[in-house]
């Protein structure tokens, strides 16, 4: 799996590397609710620092993907994960912002 060079590959790997990074920060932080209720909490807190924590959390699953692709010399498939990762981090300072 590690040998494919597709950037649409990357892209989808960025795409759901974070949401297991969300599952692992779910866990740790807010273990008795369910993924609804999370998601709930974190949109209704004043501020949304927690989101903006689990979000940045989350992108450490996509720097950990990049970085084995990038110092594997499979750059195509490091190139999807940044542009999704570039989308996460867009969609996060949006949300800190308009939010």
Do not use: C
Not at 30 to 52: C, I, K, M, S
Not at 77 to 89: C, D, E, N, Q, S
């Amino acid at each position: 799996m590690l040998k494919k060079d597709n950037f649409i590959f990357g892209f989808i790997m960025g795409m759901v590397a974070p949401f297991v990074g969300f599952a692992v920060f779910k866990y740790t932080k807010l273990g008795p609710l369910n993924y609804w209720e999370a998601l709930q909490y974190l949109f209704v807190q004043p501020g949304h620092r927690l989101l903006t924590v689990a979000i940045s959390l989350s992108l450490m699953a996509n720097a950990v993907l990049f970085t084995i692709y990038i110092n594997a010399r499979i750059d195509n498939t490091a190139k999807g994960i940044f542009v999704a990762t570039l989308i996460y981090a867009l969609t996060a300072l949006s949300i800190k912002t308009f939010g």
